[in-house]
């Protein structure tokens, strides 16, 4: 990675002005249910705070509309937080103004603070310049460790860069780059990447990009469909892009010119209904009858699937294999799972409901590099520059 990173800095007596993810879950009673995202800022936050630097933590949590939300405040990150740390960790007011300032004025070498939710101002998500401004104004460095947010041209990721000489990118985010662009770039060989999801339309142009870069892709979920559709093939009542007929033509097209291998489903698991309680039949042939719809890859192509993963040296895998949150429809994507992770292969999985699935595998722990940012690592596997990334400091400058 081309961009300088905390290690280039040197943050003793500083105040370090940090963007991170901490959009975690809460239960009913304001706890945090999952840690994942604050657990990976941890390297980050602990050596500027070893190194005597004074941290300033910036993140944003669910949506709330540019207003202030009881729901949406972060004192329970920041609770969350000061157990991991084992030490206090204040929760500011809000993250801009005069009382904000006093605190981050008080602050001393090592100490952590916890701004309020970003997003409860429009001006963040507008990338507001005087936002931005006021923002920079309680930091002497800025750090982005916040993958998950880095597609985004945020105030707190992209335009509070301006006023800072020197933006670096905290352990996380370097991670994060190497293992995805590290993965397409200079990949060990065979390279495979694995696609599913709903929707061919989110995933056509990462598609696109692979093809110069991959093996082969290996094709599951909801979006095989429209694939199988454009090439005769009969799939039912399972859902079809209707829209998108034209691009999925195009991209069989491309894939064919390239003679890069392309599977997709040649049998299904399908039911009348997707709902709890259904019990899923096994189509044996590729094509899908007329009343059923397709919620799951079959056990032939979970046999072609784990082949191709176990002759694979480099695997990336973005999206389940069917309807796997409802465990009659999980047996595709449990599979995969499994199979990815049994593999001696460098395997990246691209955050959203892969990650869910690696999770619910009980497998996270097999998987050599599990993304915190769904959308993020989708448009950098497009080959997209991320705004958050672009506006980091070069090694050279």
Request: aromatic letters at 4%; proline letters at 5%.
């Amino acid at each position: 990675m081309n961009k300088k990173t905390i290690d280039d800095i040197n943050p003793q007596g500083k105040r370090i002005l940090v963007r991170v993810d901490f959009n975690v879950p809460l239960d009913s009673a304001r706890n945090v249910t999952d840690d994942t995202r604050i657990r990976a800022a941890l390297p980050t936050i602990q050596s500027l705070m070893d190194r005597g630097g004074r941290v300033i933590l910036m993140s944003h949590l669910g949506r709330p509309k540019g207003k202030v939300n009881e729901e949406f405040r972060l004192a329970p990150a920041a609770k969350r937080l000061s157990e991991l740390l084992g030490k206090p960790v204040a929760a500011l007011p809000d993250c801009i103004g005069d009382e904000v300032k006093a605190a981050v004025s008080q602050m001393k070498d090592g100490d952590v603070v916890m701004l309020e939710n970003l997003r409860f101002h429009p001006e963040e998500e507008a990338n507001d310049p005087a936002f931005c401004q006021q923002l920079a104004e309680l930091g002497d460095m800025y750090v982005n460790d916040a993958f998950g947010t880095a597609h985004r041209a945020h105030a707190s990721t992209e335009g509070v860069t301006r006023f800072f000489d020197t933006n670096v990118a905290g352990y996380l985010m370097k991670k994060e780059i190497e293992y995805l662009v590290g993965a397409i770039e200079n990949p060990a060989r065979p390279f495979y990447a694995i696609l599913g999801g709903l929707k061919i339309s989110g995933k056509i142009d990462v598609i696109q990009n692979l093809l110069d870069k991959v093996d082969g892709i290996l094709i599951g979920g909801a979006m095989a469909y429209t694939l199988l559709k454009v090439q005769g093939v009969e799939v039912g009542d399972s859902i079809v892009e209707e829209e998108k007929l034209d691009v999925a033509r195009d991209v069989t097209d491309a894939v064919k010119k390239k003679g890069v291998l392309f599977l997709l489903p040649q049998d299904h698991k399908a039911a009348a209904e997707v709902k709890e309680g259904v019990t899923p039949q096994v189509i044996p042939d590729v094509n899908i009858p007329k009343g059923l719809k397709g919620i799951d890859i079959g056990p032939k192509t979970i046999g072609a699937y784990k082949q191709k993963i176990q002759e694979a040296k480099t695997i990336v895998w973005n999206g389940p294999m069917g309807v796997f949150e409802i465990p009659a429809f999980a047996e595709g994507t449990m599979a995969i799972a499994h199979a990815v992770a049994d593999s001696s292969a460098v395997s990246i999985v691209g955050g959203g409901d892969s990650v869910s699935a690696v999770h619910k595998a009980g497998v996270d722990d097999k998987i050599t590099h599990i993304s915190t940012g769904g959308g993020a690592s989708l448009e950098l596997l497009e080959g997209k520059l991320l705004p958050g990334l672009a506006a980091l400091t070069d090694k050279n400058s």
